[in-house]
């Protein structure tokens, strides 16, 4: 993961882009036609985008089989792509130092691609992997979506070219495989253990829904998911802090949890039940493993809740579901951080509905439910708190599709 920038403390070389992200992914598709042309010395065969995501509730569940909930974010990642049929691959980021990378499809192995370019290298790959004969391409990339904020601009660039690189070539794959296939390209050539949720999240949404997905069986339902018809909005805060032990925790984490699962008897912890909590607490050997586990059951209920609620027309009342996740986040998983605790406690205190960190934690952002007429105070409270914090309204926009 290290070489993606991925990793945590890893992101100087491949995470730093060049500042002018605000309006990239925004601009129009013509300007992003020339931008092409005037990289690769012709035009693009088409333009495609995948957006990042947020979780709204289901959080730590997607590795125990469970339930997790993402909407897609206006934001996205473009690419501009052309066929070759010579062997190379040539990427190019509006976003990224270093101008075009070439890389020889021949050559392409898992651990031998430096920098950003490894996602689209991984997806080439794993593509080709699969028996579909992509034999190459120009792409140039451009993105809105914040880098290493949480957010999956990581999960936004892999959906975008495969979906590109899938249609170029006349291949109609099923959402949910595209996703897959990203997945598989992270685990195996960029070398994360990466959950589907994020892939999953960017190729599948659709606009004004949040997708539920149970990650056992991988079956999804689109939950009408409308803020601002019920006069409500969803802040996006955006920490910028991402410390140093979250990669290694992750693992930790993981390996607690299926470890708690088999002292259960379970295949994983989505297996318990609600209703059967307090007895699978009771049969659990240590402290820690109860706390896991409480906080999948809890969370995997939170979702239930919130589809519940959500169906009901009742989107108000998803704000204390929300704060109740933070809280278990917080205090039984134990992956939220100060910065994103203070987030919360402001937005709560300055009379935000709900709260909760976004992401897998130790930094990344959070989401605040709040009235609509209360967006400018309490964005304010939050940027009193934490300055350097990057904040946005949002609302739930569509998956990755064909642009031009
Ligand atoms: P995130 O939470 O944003 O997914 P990650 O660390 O998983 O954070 O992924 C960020 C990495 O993805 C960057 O360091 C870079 O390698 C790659 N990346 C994301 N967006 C772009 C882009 N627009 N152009 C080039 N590389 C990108
Ligand atoms: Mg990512």
Redesign the pocket.
């Known amino acids: 993961m290290t070489e993606?920038?991925?990793?945590t403390g890893t992101?100087t070389d491949?995470?730093t882009?060049t500042g002018t992200r605000t309006d990239?992914g925004a601009g129009s598709e013509a300007a992003f036609e020339i931008a092409f042309k005037n990289i690769y010395g012709r035009a693009p065969e088409g333009i495609w985008a995948a957006p990042?995501r947020v979780n709204l509730i289901g959080e730590h569940t997607d590795y125990n089989d469970g339930y997790v909930m993402p909407f897609a974010l206006p934001h996205r990642?473009r690419a501009a792509v052309a066929r070759r049929d010579d062997g190379l691959l040539r990427v190019h980021?509006?976003?990224?130092d270093g101008g075009v990378v070439e890389l020889r499809i021949d050559d392409l192995a898992p651990g031998t691609t430096r920098?950003?370019a490894?996602?689209p290298a991984a997806v080439l790959w794993t593509l080709r992997q699969a028996g579909h004969d992509i034999v190459g391409a120009d792409i140039h990339?451009?993105?809105n979506?914040?880098?290493?904020?949480?957010?999956?601009?990581?999960?936004?660039?892999q959906v975008v070219t495969a979906l590109a690189l899938t249609e170029l070539h006349g291949l109609d794959l099923p959402r949910q495989e595209l996703a897959l296939l990203c997945q598989s390209s992270e685990n195996t050539y960029v070398g994360?253990p990466v959950g589907v949720m994020?892939q999953t999240a960017s190729a599948c949404c659709t606009e004004g829904h949040a997708l539920h997905l149970d990650v056992r069986g991988l079956s999804q339902r689109q939950v009408p998911f409308d803020l601002a018809a019920q006069g409500l909005q969803l802040l996006v805060v955006d920490t910028r802090v991402k410390h140093a032990h979250a990669d290694g925790a992750y693992g930790e984490l993981r390996a607690g949890c299926e470890a708690a699962a088999a002292a259960l008897g379970l295949p994983a912890l989505r297996d318990v039940d609600f209703d059967g909590l307090d007895a699978a607490l009771a049969a659990l050997p240590d402290e820690r493993l109860r706390r896991l586990t409480r906080h999948v059951v809890t969370e995997n209920r939170r979702v239930e809740e919130v589809i519940a609620l959500l169906d009901a027309g009742r989107t108000r009342e998803i704000g204390p579901v929300l704060t109740a996740g933070h809280a278990s986040l917080r205090d039984d998983f134990r992956v939220s951080c100060a910065e994103l605790d203070l987030v919360v406690d402001t937005a709560l205190a300055a009379g935000a509905l709900g709260a909760r960190m976004t992401?897998g934690g130790f930094g990344?952002s959070a989401i605040v439910l709040v009235d609509a007429g209360e967006v400018e105070r309490i964005s304010a409270a939050i940027l009193q708190a934490l300055p350097t914090a990057r904040l946005f309204p949002t609302t739930a926009g569509p998956g990755a599709h064909r642009l031009v």
């Open positions: 993606a920038g991925s990793g992101r491949a995470g882009g990239a990042g990642t980021s509006a976003d990224m920098g950003w490894v996602y990339y451009d993105s979506v914040p880098v290493g904020g949480g957010l999956s601009s990581s999960a936004a660039l994360a994020d992401g990344g």
